[in-house]
Every structure is written in C-alpha cells, then in structure tokens.
C-alpha cells in the first residue's frame, strides 16, 4: 500500500480505491458498535476547521505550517472531521512528524467544537495536549505538566480515548507512556497543532495498520467488561430466572416448528409445551410450502385450515399472489409444475393434485376446481363486500388479522410466529396426529435447483395432510425438473401460457382492491415488478431479477405465519426474539447517550 502523504489520490483512482476499502475494513473491525450513518467517524483533517496558517494536502490528513512562526501568537491548530463517536468504546489515531521544521512546536491532542484554533491543543479549556518540544501535556491551561519524552521527525505519537472511564494516553513509536488526562468530557474532536515554518505531520485515522496493537488494548477492556456483566449478581431470583429462560427456549423452539427438539428440552427441564404437535406441524407445513416456492399450495393450505383468514388480509393475498407469479416464473409453483413434470410416476406422486385454476369462495372450507377463465386468481379468495374495509384504507395484514375472534378447526391449536429463521424445517411423521419420534431427524436443510427444493411436494386430502407426501416427490420428478434448466416456467409452453392467464387473473384481483380500498402504492410496485420480469429472456440475470431468489420468500412466509398467529390470538414473535430485540435496541440507546462501555457488551457477543 502507498504510505500517507505519497501523493493526493483522485476519487476513482484504484489505488484510492483499495486504500479507501482497507479503511472502511479496519473501522468496522475497531469500533462495530459505531453506526456511521449516525454518528461518523473521523477519517481526515476538516478543511473548514482549521487556523489560516495551516495547510492541508494528501487527501486532507498532511498538515504543514505555513505561517510565520514569530511567536506563540502565530500557533495554529486543526480539528477532524468529525468529533469520536461514544460508541467507539476506545478510540485511537496516530501522527507521524515528517518534520520538525525550525522548533518543533507541535501539540496532538483533543478539543471541543468551539475551542479556538490559533492555539495549540492543550492550552484553552475543553482543549488538552501533548507538546513535542518539552514533553509535557496540557489540559486546558497554559501551563503544562511533565508527562513523556520529547518527540522529533520520524517519531509516531498515538493518541488513544477510553470512552468507558474518560481517560486518554499517549504512545510513541507503540510504546505507552500512561494515562495523561482523566475526566474528558463528551464530543472532542482529533486535533493538531503547529507553530514554526517546516513543521509537517501525517494523520493516521485507520488508512494504515496502527504501529501501537490498539486491537489487544480493546480486547483487555473488552473482557473486563464481559466479566462485569457474567458477575452480576443474580441472588435469590435465580430459579425464577432459570424458568423464565427455559420458557423462552421453549416457545422458540416450537414456533419454529422443532418438535424432536423441544419435546426433548421439555423432558430434561420439566417444561410444558403449549400447542400440541399437530397444531405445529400444520403451521410448519405452510411455512415449507412457501420456502419452497409452491405459494399456490400454500394458499391452498391456509384456506382450508384457516378459511377466512386471506379474505380478511387483502394485503397479505396480493403479496402471496405476486409471489405465486414469480414463483410460476421460478417453474415452481404447482400450477406449471404439473404441466411441466408429465412422467406416469411423477403424476402419482400428486394425487388430488388442483386443477390448474382452482377457485375458492369466501367460506369455502374444502378444496374443489373450476374452469381458468373465472375473474379471480386460481386458489385464491373473492373479496367479498364483507371484508371491505369503510374507512378506504388498505387494512394491515397484521391489524386485521388480529382482530379476527373466528378460530380454526378445533384440533389445530396455534402459539408461536415465524422470522427469518424458517428457511430450516423440519421432516414430518406419517401421521399428523402421531406422537413426534425422539429420533427424527430434526432440520433438513433445503437445495435448491432452478428455484426448486429438492425432496419437496405436497397434498391436502379432505383438510389432512399425507405426510409421506409432504415435500418429497419422487426421484424422477426432481430429475425432470432440474433437466429443464433456467427457462421461464421450466420451459413447458403451456406453463408460459397458464402464468400468463394467472397474471390477469392478478391484475384484475388488483383492480378489484384498488376499487375497495382505493390505490395503493405498494401493489403497484410489487406487480410492477413481478410483471417485469417478462421483459428479460434470463429473469434470473436482471435488474429485478433480486425477485427469484428463494430467500425472498422468508419475509413472506414470516407474514402469513405471523397473521395466523395473531388470528388465534396469539404473539407475532417468540418471546426470546423480543428479548434479544429489547436488548440490542438497549445497547444502541446506550451508545448514543455516551455509554462507552456499550460498544463491548454487544448482543451477538453472548450468543456464541
């Protein structure tokens, strides 16, 4: 890498570059907790900021004099950019003297926004110092105190701010040489001054590895602090905590559908679980629908076990009907993947597959077909005028589902909500009323293949589900599939023609919102997308291309399991989510009121 002050680097220069990605690297390695959209970090001298006898060059982090050096009336000092972020924790930079010039009058130090600038660091309040002409630092007065050696060209002087106890050091040559200032107060600025012709200095604000190893003075601070908090005293509430914890544990392992796992944890803890195995597996089955990309299916599903849920979410419908779209483009919906999969035994493998464009009134509460031609989408909900809501507003998937007192068939029992986590399932016994075997395998992670999931297909029979049948076509299917390649709708004609069909029947299933609810911005731009889609011949490989990719569908699956939660009453998210949520927003609060210490008591530092 080039040393600093080589030369100025234009912006898109490659070498600008790279240095330019080695920095943004080494600051978020020093100081992740910091949120630079917020709170920026220093990265260079403020050509705003600055005496008129300072000049700045290389990129604004070389400072030379020139003045006229007479007397400590032509001192001149400049400050960063930006002042050090609380949430840094501890902050460090580095000066290197490329020269001394005449005196070597030179302060590095530290100052508050304000503090006059034709003063050495050091000598007026909220202003602190260390001088190379005598050694000695300054805090705020005139005077100075005896602190270290005296430093000439060549030497690098680092100076380093503990946010925790607001305390500072000074280094030379990466050598400590002790606390020097104690009980700094809040928003200082990176500050250095000069005061004789010839005197040069280059900043050091993360461009470069550091010549003091700041990373293992973070690290000690960094395990003091986590051992503050694992002394904290518990006491006597300790197996009140210990209950809440495995509580928590517990509920998030069953909304994400671990049976094994949390039948297992319940034994050793002696927990109960509150939804029966059943009840979690006929929401788990939603969820692999959908991750698998067969939105169809999973409509389907959710009508027959939930039969007003979709009518009285209108916004969560068109999401799953535009995911259906780009799914139909994906070849992985249903309704072209049984016109694209034609083998004897892959047809087996669906039995009571759906028609290719089931229709399903408001209440309907079993699964039957209709011709393609119908005016709303295939296996989807008419909105009734029963479920317009009068205000003119779209109602919230999450609002209207809550509202609902209406509740699913008797022996299907709901608790938990979905998140991102759910890309993992888990395998199902043959029996939706069997007991959970101990030794079934618990997570199965899924491949995908032109959008596909390998091992994956499945059935409603008469509001059951076949297990056997649940995400595991047979080989061949899975062999035609992928044989297909990257072709729109796996590359079957009359797949292309059915999406096509599908895609008015969703336009007009938008017309139809927009005349109940009135327009929305958000349908808009989501069919806008899916349709556009068909302007490339690789949808895989454009600009909206971003669509196919199969974790797109993880925010979608999060929604409808969350609306149908809330319809039976029942938390969006596991307690252990909002826990965890509860805590990172805490941290980050502590940050921006000046908690140093927040930066090394990060969430993610105790999950691990």
Known sequence: MAELGAGNLPLGDPVFNYQEHELNERLKRLYPAVNEEETPLPRSWSPKDKYSYIGLSQNNLRVHYKGHGKNHKDAASVRATHPIPAACGIYYFEVKIVSKGRDGYMGIGLSAQ?????????????????????????????TGQPYGPTFTTGDVIGCCVNLIN???????????????????PPNLYPTVGLQTPGEIVDANFGQQPFVFDIEDYMSEWRAKIHGMIARFPIGERLGEWQTVLQNMVSSYLVHHGYCATATAFARATETMIQEDQTSIKNRQRIQKLVLAGRVGEA??????????????????LFMLKCRQFVEMVNGTDSEVRCLTIRSPKSQDSYPGSPSLSPHHGAATTHLHTGGSNSPTCSNGVTLTNKSKNHSGKYPSASSSASSSTSSSPSSINYSESNSSDSTKSQPHS??????????????????????????????????????????????NSIDEVCS????????????????????????????QLCREYGKNATHKKMLQDAFSLLAYSDPWNCPVGQQLDPTQRESLCSA??????????????????????????????????????CSFARVDNFLH
């Open 114 to 142: 304000g503090v006059n600038m034709n003063r050495l660091p050091g000598w007026d309040k909220h202003s602190y110092g260390y001088h190379g002409d005598d050694g000695h630092s300054f805090c705020s007065s005139g």
């Open 166 to 184: 607001n305390t500072c050091f000074y280094t030379k040559n990466g050598i400590s040489l002790g606390v020097a200032f104690t009980d700094l």
């Open 299 to 316: 409509i389907e599903a959710t009508q027959q076990l939930y039969p007003s849920l979709l009518e009285r979410n209108p916004n969560l």
């Open 430 to 475: 043959t029996n939706s009323t069997q007991e959970t075997s101990d030794s079934e395998m618990e997570i199965e992670t899924e491949h995908y293949t032109n959008g596909v999931v390998e091992g994956s297909s499945a059935r409603i029979m008469n509001g059951t589900y076949k297990h056997e049948e649940i995400l595991q076509p047979d080989d």
């Open 484 to 511: 297909n390649g990257r072709q729109l709708c796996g590359g079957n004609q009359a797949a292309i023609e059915r999406m096509i069909q599908f895609g008015r029947e969703l336009q007009a299933l938008n017309e």
């Open 560 to 597: 409808l399991n969350s609306a149908i939660l809330e319809s039976q009453n029942l938390p969006k998210q596991p307690p252990l989510m909002l826990a965890l949520g509860q805590a990172t927003e805490c941290v980050q609060l502590m940050a921006r009121v000046r908690s140093g210490s």
